[in-house]
């Protein structure tokens, strides 16, 4: 490939791979040395450097000095500001067309179409992941790669997912050109020195990042000093190389390359492969007033409650809920049988709107100090601001929004993006596991599945079996949100929440979760589904949410242990009429309102799965799911 692009750095390809960082950058004279990568990983940074043509290298250690003069140089360069309320908080503010990630421009590239993606009913557009072939991405990457960190420096990020050394974590070097990726990804991952000790041979993921705006290519002024290049964004996937390269976006899950593309969407290829897990799902620890520990794992879509169940301060007396992780989990069945769950992060990257003192107290301790915030509001006197934070924060010092203009309760304006973020390291959180990083993982009881559906959908229900528990992650559905690029409101399907991260074809990932039935000897977590977002004939949320949902979790726990609480209904189990503990609830909930099945709702269901799966799976869909389908169908009928 080296012919096609313009000659290397010459001070990569010194014999001392001694690379010195030009003043002007910020970094003034620390020098800093490619000999301590490996040698496959030092060859794969040369090829981008290579080919990307930054002004220096910089390979990063991940110490606290570093990561002082990483902030300093944001700053100087006015891409984050310092909050001086806060304890090193940082504001960070993107262009508005660089907001969150791009779902439409995500792609996975394979030989074989198939491995990839189902193969839709004809004329049908396939919505289960975007795949490209070999020739298609590679012109993709020539045309835009090139050249593209001139003028930039290439930070070189070793890191980890999952505690370093750990028999499920893994390790990956991620090159950028974003000083904003580099202090991001210290918060997210374990990187730096004791992560490139773990990279020996070729047993690193390779990621390879750009804002794709080479300096002189700069022929405008910066939208809010954030370069970017949304024309030409692209977020790819090489799972035979074990490679990702993303360009033209610095937001999160689009250039954060451990977090979906690494942890998830090749993840999920190496799960497959390997005989675990790799799932968009919380972990957390529930522990009953008589001192009972389970451990459970939970799946909703993006922005809808990981973040929250996985921190919440429960409000029954007595119960304990302890935080593991808050998006990932990498789950393997142990020699015993148990399935292990482990978070192959190190910090949250949350949903600032609606994070508040009463609907998130520990994400408020949390996200106190060393925080990056992106596309939050600022009040004048150096503290965060967002819609949620109405009662606690005195915005009669001024509030200015996201994109720099005032903002006050009258102007109709947002404080702050819906997708805005904050980037906390999980070690402040005050609720953390204190097994939240072991290597082995905790112990998951239960499994849960979960979307915002206003209608017809009850508070929770438990699967019949692990198959029916497959059927009900297979036919999520949830209402779209901020997260992406989709219009909000709209109910999108959104299968065991990984639509937007299966790293290949659906019906296969089905049919892997089917395979855990029938190996004999493994502990089957219980399966169930929630739903904290239905709305009565007022509009408003039928049910308090947040801190009360540990009812929901006391009710799950009690199953697992068999209690005879449930009763059956035609789409699962439900608690029995008394069974789910209300007592001390702040307002009544009208509970048959909660938990009624309305069939003709159900009925309808059915028809839109059928057509879902139909024209979206069609051959490919495997037949345990097609059944379990019919009977629920069936069992309709019966109630209809
Ligand atoms: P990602 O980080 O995008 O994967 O999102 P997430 O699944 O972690 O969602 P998060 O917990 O950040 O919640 C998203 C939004 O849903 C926030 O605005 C929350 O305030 C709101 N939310 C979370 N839990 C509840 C709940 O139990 N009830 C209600 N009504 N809203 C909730
Ligand atoms: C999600 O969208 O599920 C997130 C945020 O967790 S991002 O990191 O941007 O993917
Ligand atoms: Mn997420």
Redesign the pocket.
């Known amino acids: 490939m080296s012919g096609i692009f313009r000659p290397g750095i010459y001070r990569l390809l010194s014999s001392s791979l001694q690379v010195k960082l030009t003043p002007c950058r910020g970094l003034a004279d620390i020098p800093t040395t490619l000999s301590s990568l490996p040698t496959i990983a030092r060859n794969y940074v040369k090829e981008k450097a290579n080919i990307c043509q930054p002004d220096d290298v910089y390979l990063c250690d991940g110490s606290e000095e570093e990561n002082k003069r990483f902030l300093e140089i944001m700053r100087r360069a006015g891409i984050a500001k310092p909050l001086r309320k806060m304890d090193n908080c940082w504001l960070v503010r993107t262009d508005p067309a660089d907001v969150a990630r791009v779902e439409s421009k995500t792609v996975i590239s394979t030989s074989d179409k198939r491995e990839t993606v189902p193969v839709p009913k004809e004329g049908v557009k396939g919505q289960l992941g975007n795949w490209l072939s070999p020739a298609e991405l590679e012109n993709a990457l020539r045309d835009r790669f090139p050249g593209c960190m001139e003028g930039r420096t290439m930070y070189i990020i070793p890191f980890s997912m999952g505690p370093v050394g750990g028999p499920i974590s893994k390790v990956g070097i991620q090159v950028t050109d974003s000083p904003y990726v580099v202090a991001s990804m210290r918060i997210m991952t374990r990187m730096g020195k004791d992560a490139l000790g773990a990279i020996q041979g070729d047993n690193f993921v390779k990621c390879l990042h750009s804002v794709g705006l080479p300096f002189s290519g700069v022929s405008k002024p910066l939208v809010q000093n954030w370069p970017c290049n949304p024309s030409k964004i692209l977020i790819s996937h090489i799972p035979d190389r074990n490679e990702i390269a993303s360009f033209g976006s610095g937001y999160g899950g689009n250039s954060l390359l451990g977090k979906k593309c690494f942890a998830l969407r090749l993840g999920s290829i190496l799960a497959k492969r390997e005989g675990w897990l790799a799932e968009?799902m919380?972990i957390l620890g529930i522990t009953n007033p008589q001192g009972k520990k389970k451990y459970v794992a939970a799946a909703?879509?993006?922005?809808?409650?990981?973040?929250?169940?996985?921190?919440m301060q429960p409000t029954l007396p007595g119960y304990k809920v302890e935080c593991v992780g808050?998006?990932i989990a990498w789950m393997k069945f142990d020699s015993e049988g148990v399935l292990r769950a482990i978070n192959p992060e190190a910090g949250?990257?949350?949903?600032a709107?609606?994070?508040?003192s009463h609907?998130?107290p520990n994400a408020m301790k949390t996200i106190q100090r060393n925080t990056i915030f992106t596309n939050v509001a600022e009040t004048d006197d150096g503290g965060v601001f967002w819609e949620?934070l109405e009662k606690e924060v005195d915005t009669s010092v001024g509030v200015t929004s996201w994109k720099g203009e005032m903002w006050t309760p009258y102007n109709r304006i947002l404080a702050a993006h819906p997708?805005s973020?904050f980037c906390a390291p999980a070690s402040q959180c005050p609720s953390m596991d204190p097994d939240w990083e072991s290597p082995a993982g905790v112990p998951i009881s239960a499994i849960i599945f979960g979307g915002?559906r206003p209608a017809g959908v009850p508070l929770v229900f438990e699967a019949n079996n692990w198959r029916h528990g497959v059927f009900l992650g297979a036919a999520m559905r949830s209402e779209a949100?901020a997260?992406a690029e989709h219009n909000t409101k709209v109910i999108m399907h959104d299968p065991f929440?990984m639509r937007p991260f299966f790293g290949y074809n659906f019906a296969d990932y089905i049919d892997h979760w089917l395979s855990f039935d029938e190996k004999p000897g493994l502990q089957l977590p219980k399966i169930f589904h929630v739903n904290?977002?239905r709305k009565g004939e007022d509009g408003k949320?039928m049910?308090?949410?947040?801190g009360?949902?540990c009812r929901v979790l006391d009710w799950i726990c009690r199953r697992v242990d068999n209690e005879d609480c449930a009763v059956d209904s035609p789409i699962g189990r439900l608690p029995k009429p008394n069974a789910l503990n209300l007592e001390g609830l702040d307002s009544p909930v009208n509970v048959d309102a909660l938990f009624s099945v309305p069939v003709d709702f159900w009925l309808n269901e059915c028809k839109e799965l059928e057509t879902y799966f139909s024209s979206q799976l069609n051959r490919d869909l495997p037949p345990p799911v097609a059944e379990e389908l019919r009977h629920l169908g069936e069992r309709l009928q019966q109630n209809a």
């Not at 909703?300 to 921190?311: E, I």
């Not at 049910?543 to 947040?546: A, I, Q, V």
């Open positions: 968009h919380l909703f879509p993006s922005a809808c409650g990981k973040t929250n169940l996985a921190m808050d998006d949250f990257f949350g949903v709107p609606g994070t508040c609907t998130n949620g997708n973020r915002r949100t997260a929440a904290w977002f949320f049910w308090p949410g947040f009360e949902n």
